[in-house]
């Protein structure tokens, strides 16, 4: 049994990211529905994937990309569309990945770089300057995924150090950065679906000059944690950014999904939480109980339900119960009003 740790420090810094980025994606949980997130996640594809092909230097406007996606015949030079099917391909398969499994790390590997390389899916059999002999890699990344498999760190410490092992151990010739944007983000989405949401590899090509500089700072230390900061930063930065741009959007969207109600009711106290229970019981085609509207706003917290949710909808008079003389039923269930 290996009993390899990666080396690195917890810092303050790291502290203070990880109850910031915690307290971001709570705040868009509360606000945000997973259906809501699910359709942004479709609307921002095309850049998503664009952001993945820039990590190579791969420069493909929206367009191309979108006619790739459409197969239409007037397409980029075959290497670029040969890139772009392939992240494609990815993304399709990421919701079968393993993120524990070296197996399948090597075989989104093989999908990434498929007629591209002849060494897709291989670990490099020879050595690149400054980085671990070749054949020390089989071992090294058994390592690794040994420890990923066992270690009790908070999810977002864990893919940061992760990444940076990835970049250290430089298992493939080709294809390392990719590579290691693809599983941190699939282990933060196995933490919490909102990082589905969220391009790894658009906050590094944003700043790449600093992602090499922290990795080469983290080597030269013996110590991953610059590099955990860098990532943290920038990652707390993306959910922060995400809120924002949610929130522009519900905005747009608000004159035509707000619910017509009474023009003698006081829609101003109306909050993203009550709208968003408003959209899910217009929806659907009956009344649906406490339970069901929980698991279609993708809410754990009955209390929180209850006191931000459905007691405001309920006194503002925009929705009610099937039974009101028995509140606490267990029959209970709950509809629009008819103004609604």
Request: proline residues 4%; aromatic residues 8%; hydrophobic residues 35%.
């Amino acid at each position: 049994m290996s009993y390899f740790t990666p080396p690195f420090t917890i810092t303050s810094k790291i502290i203070h990211c990880i109850a910031d980025i915690s307290e971001t994606i709570g705040k868009i949980s509360t606000l945000y529905t997973e259906y809501e997130l699910q359709q942004y996640k479709e609307l921002n594809k095309i850049k998503y994937i664009k952001d993945s092909l820039a990590i190579n230097s791969t420069d493909l406007t929206e367009s191309q990309i979108s006619n790739i996606m459409q197969k239409n015949t007037t397409t980029p030079p075959l290497k670029e569309a040969q890139q772009t099917n392939n992240i494609i391909d990815i993304y399709n398969q990421l919701k079968h990945k393993n993120i524990k499994h070296c197996s399948d790390l090597l075989t989104t590997h093989k999908t990434l770089m498929n007629t591209l390389s002849n060494e897709a899916g291989s670990y490099r059999t020879h050595s690149i300057k400054m980085t671990p002999q070749a054949s020390r890699i089989p071992q090294m990344m058994a390592d690794l995924f040994e420890w990923l498999n066992t270690t009790e760190q908070h999810p977002l410490i864990t893919s940061c150090v992760f990444h940076y092992e990835l970049q250290f151990i430089h298992p493939f010739t080709n294809g390392n950065c990719h590579i290691g944007c693809i599983w941190q983000m699939l282990m933060l989405n196995q933490w919490n679906s909102i990082f589905s949401t969220l391009s790894i590899e658009g906050i590094v090509v944003q700043s790449m000059d600093k992602y090499n500089e922290t990795i080469c700072n983290s080597t030269a230390s013996g110590d991953s944690s610059v590099f955990i900061e860098y990532m943290l930063e920038n990652i707390l930065a993306a959910t922060k950014s995400l809120k924002s741009s949610l929130l522009s959007i519900n905005k747009k969207e608000s004159p035509q999904e707000t619910p017509q109600v009474d023009s003698n009711q006081n829609t101003s106290s109306q909050t993203p939480q009550v709208n968003a229970l408003i959209k899910v019981l217009q929806q659907a085609d009956n009344a649906l109980n406490r339970k069901d509207l929980q698991n279609k706003l993708n809410l754990k917290d009955r209390k929180h339900f209850r006191a931000c949710y459905l007691k405001p909808a309920i006194d503002d008079g925009l929705i009610e119960m099937t039974i009101p003389d028995k509140p606490n039923s267990k029959m209970q269930k709950y509809r629009l009003t008819i103004a609604n």
